[in-house]
């Protein structure tokens, strides 16, 4: 007599469950960075106005939902990670799901900012000559990189609260702290370095000759590589 074993679900199955059960939490994928860009939003209309300025006037307060996505990244992992753990899904499957995750909300913003520049262009800047979403040098190269240049952004704050989270599974607090310590310290050296050799207009003219792509593209390899970083955390992490 021979007794009969389930076949094993697919691991796209799998995965997408993991995009399901991150999803459950709508109000702090959904709802929050929405309120966030319309508070944002909100603030800048009030802002334009007093900017003294007969041309045009920028008002960058609404990058605020972007840097909201660290703090999602975050809640990817501490929130859903020990659930995932309960449902017998792998730490692959994890994190495969939720940069899926991830990407399809990246993409849902950087759309959202598109809208929300075609809407600057048509109205004039909303009647004032202001600007929220659409910046001039974004758009340089077309409308298909800008909203690229949102997309890259968002993704990469996503995947650095992500990826922060998971040190803080793994190995605490204190690595997080000291990860922070560490890089603040590399970025106040490398701007004390290039300000003390005099190095700000190769620097500058550098960053003209290989373009917003160039730097767009560059931007998604480094998140590719934030990624991988996250995975190589992950496969030790604990609940």
Same mark, same amino acid.
């Given at each position: 007599? +021979?007794? !009969?074993?389930?076949? *094993? ?5 799998? +995965?997408? %469950? &993991?995009?399901?059960?991150?999803l459950?939490? =709508?109000?702090?994928? #959904?709802?929050? *960075?929405?309120?966030?860009?319309a ?7 009030m802002?334009? *106005? ?5 041309? =045009?006037?920028?008002?960058? /307060? ?10 999602? $990244?975050?809640?990817?992992? =501490?929130?859903?990670? *020990?659930?995932?753990?309960?449902? /017998? ?7 495969? %799901?939720t @940069?899926?995750?991830?990407?399809? !909300? ?9 809208? @929300?520049? $075609?809407?600057? #262009?048509? /109205?004039?800047?909303?009647w ?12 340089? /190269?077309?409308?298909? #990189? %800008? ?6 952004? =968002? ?5 650095? $609260?992500?990826w ?10 204190? !690595? ?5 310590? !560490? ?27 290989i $373009? &917003?792509?160039?730097? +767009?593209?560059?931007? @998604? ?7 991988? %970083? +996250? ?7 604990? &609940?």
């Amino acid at each position: 007599m +021979t007794t !009969a074993t389930a076949a *094993p679900r697919p691991l796209t199955n799998r +995965t997408l %469950g &993991v995009v399901r059960l991150q999803l459950i939490n =709508t109000q702090s994928l #959904v709802w929050v *960075p929405l309120i966030v860009l319309a508070g944002a939003v909100a603030i800048s209309l009030m802002i334009i *106005p007093l900017i003294p300025f007969e041309s =045009t006037r920028i008002v960058g /307060s609404a990058q605020a939902p972007l840097w909201y996505f660290v703090a999602l $990244g975050v809640q990817a992992m =501490t929130l859903a990670f *020990p659930f995932s753990q309960a449902m /017998s899904i792998t730490r692959r499957e994890f994190f495969v %799901g939720t @940069l899926i995750l991830g990407v399809i !909300a990246s993409a849902m913003m950087a759309s959202i900012f598109i809208l @929300l520049a $075609g809407f600057e #262009v048509l /109205s004039d800047g909303y009647w004032m000559n202001g600007h929220i979403a659409y910046l001039p040098y974004l758009f340089e /190269s077309g409308w298909i #990189v %800008g909203w690229l240049i949102y997309f890259t952004v =968002t993704m990469f704050l996503f995947v650095i $609260g992500f990826w922060m989270a998971t040190i803080w599974k793994r190995f605490g607090t204190f !690595a997080v702290v000291s990860i922070g310590v !560490a890089l603040a310290l590399l970025v106040t050296f490398a701007i004390f370095l290039i300000t003390k050799m005099q190095w700000w207009v190769a620097v500058v003219t550098w960053f003209v000759d290989i $373009g &917003v792509l160039g730097v +767009t593209l560059g931007g @998604l390899a480094l998140t590719a590589v934030l990624a991988l %970083g +996250t995975y190589a955390t992950l496969r030790r992490a604990t &609940v």
